[in-house]
């Protein structure tokens, strides 16, 4: 005689659902922050950002759109990969603090903030029940 827990695959499907909504929302915010904290002069950088599956992808520097990420994200699954990626040719240097609007970078001052961007998007989709 054994012990039998019911719902187990039920409760495992929903930490995964949870997690996948999480990765997602986190991946949209990370790349809204990017933007937002990219200097604009002719936007050609800030519309270089592009998340996607693949990290060489690069899209079409200066015409990458919001709407782009969603077609990658609405397959996402749990154990893939998702890339936030810019191919403007002087986005390092911008990260570098070549920029008086951004002297410290954009990664310098987005990346430490995903922590707690993370744990925003999984109590959001806890809430959400995904």
Known sequence: ???IVEGIDEAIEFIGN??????VGTAIEVES????????DTGYARNSWITTDDPEDI????ENTPAQKLAVLQ????GETVYINN????????NDGHSKQAPYGMTYKVMPE????VRDQVEDAERAGR
């Open 33 to 40: 922050r990017l933007r937002e904290e990219t200097p604009v």
């Open 75 to 78: 397959n996402f699954r749990l």
């Open 87 to 94: 191919g403007c040719d002087y986005i390092e240097s911008l």
């Open 18 to 23: 949870i997690s996948e909504s999480a990765v």
């Open 1 to 3: 005689m054994g012990l």
């Open 114 to 117: 995903v922590p707690d961007i």
């Open 59 to 62: 899209g079409t520097p200066g």
